[in-house]
């Protein structure tokens, strides 16, 4: 580079003057946009600044802060509480946690109160939106997919507001899938061991003279915008639905399970699990092991030299019910009715559906129905006032939307209306997948982004990949220690404070030993550290790693320094203060000390928001 802009006799100078990477990388940065390395090489200058300290005073008095943030500082904020990290991750312009503006991201479309798939944007074009007051009012209506790391589904985030985050280096990450996303080596990404950032998931990014990157080996699977499935089906250990994994399927196939025992271990029907066995080439598997016993006389009839008595009948009738007969297919009539009662009932309607007054027929036979609907040991289970004939069609309409018909069909067989229950099928949500780690390319510098969310999801899918910002959650670690610093405007309760904080630290310790941790699969310990932090307060000590440009650093140090400020954080970003003013005196040689009553102290540039 030095060649290309004939900027030697500069570089030589300007390491012995000012040996410090990030004031010379900055400085390096502004010199090539006019090529101020010395006088003739641009026929517009006339003269140049020979030392760095003049020529980077120059640029904060004017303001042009934009070449500020070619380089970045990492802190590492050890034992802060949880009001401190929330109060820091407000401040994302500027840091680490960026994505480029050709990212897509997907927002949730609405028609007539109900979802009407996704529609895809691009970061910069939502960006651009936020120039206009028209444009942040559309903001405010995008609704994002977002993962609710409770229920482990996507759901709808609000966007609070979209920024620019400068130029910065970006990676591109590919997946197993073919998907791809471009982002900083700082951003989070939600993972099978949960956030990590990009260059966490790697072990490491190194990019060589030539512009490629290297990395290690990745340490867990990236969760992607997923698929469709039912709310109750059961996650393992590696991230996958466990209706879906083959391994899975075929240890409980070889350990002698049913359709419907494997269904129920999954939180899913016996027919999902046929289907994905068949799918998963495992549909043979269990007669090729002879775990299920199959008829020996299949194919041949037999002919009775007597007729059956009632008492015969009824007790094959018993020997062959539910699972035990041959045409089971999983239940698809959980309970039955007396053929008495029935028989009563369509007699009582006319033998014709009280919705539609058809007859049965032969592709459409009928049907009765629970107008208050079946549980076990309910007593209107079998009361002739809540049972009624329908249809299979008109039937099919009315089961799961009871409680909108309960009125109607109280009304057609005579009985008084009364509150009733649905009987709903099991709600299909999307759920996240996770996929392996292809690999990762250098893109070199480009414009970046960031999109703020407001609570309670903190994050968003980008590129179909779910990102979030970057701190330690006590929904994946649980707290060996449980610190929590003293406000100096509490000291004169001091004695009460730390009384309740051991009753909390006492009353969570016992929780905790309730469990066999040892026993537990990653995915079981994941809900219960997250479960049991809910009683930890907000002033818990917890660990951080923030990223951000020399532009956005000054302006939060401006910030959080000042009087108004919380006093941790300002206790804080004072340290931080001293440290930048220390290892870096040109940049913020302009800030100023000022001590405020309590101690702590307020940093005051002389070129505020450059």
Known sequence: MAEVYGAQDWLKQSRQLQPNDSEFL??????SCYRSFGVGLNPNVTKVRDNPRDYLQNVLEKGDGSILEHATVTFAFLNVSRVFTHEIVRHRAGTA???????????????NGRPNGTKKRRLDYLFNLSKTPH????IKLLRLRALDQNKQTFACGRVSKIVNSGMKAVCELELADGSKCKMTKDHVLYTTHGWLRLEDLVGFIKV?????AFHGAPVAKVAVNGYVAPETAVTIPDGTLAYRNREWLEQKVRAGLTYNEIGHAAGVSGHTIKSWLRKSGLNGLSKSLKL???PGNKGMYYRLRHSRT?????AISNRMRGPRNHRWRGGITPHSIIPELRKNILVRDLYRCKMCDKSSQRHMPLHIHHIDSYRPDKASNDDPTNLITLCSTCHGEVTGFEAQYAESLYSLVGAKPKVVDSTKKPKRVLKPKFVDVRGIRYCGIQETYDIFMEPPLHNFLANGLVVHNSQESLRYVRPREIDIWLPPDLKTVSEEFEGTIEVIKTRYRDLESKFDWDKMSFEQKKRITSALRRILPDGLATNIIWTA???TLRWVIEMRTDPSAEVEIRMVFGKVAEICMKDYPILYSDFTPKQLPDGTFQYVPKFSKV
């Open 135 to 138: 444009g942040r009012s559309r």
């Open 549 to 551: 440009n020399h532009r």
């Open 310 to 314: 009632e008492h015969e009948r009824r």
């Open 208 to 212: 060589g003279e030539s512009g490629i």
């Open 26 to 31: 900055i400085e390096l940065a502004g010199r």
């Open 97 to 111: 946690m960026c994505l480029p503006g050709e990212t897509l991201i997907a927002s949730v479309r609405n028609s």
């Open 292 to 294: 299920y016993g199959r």
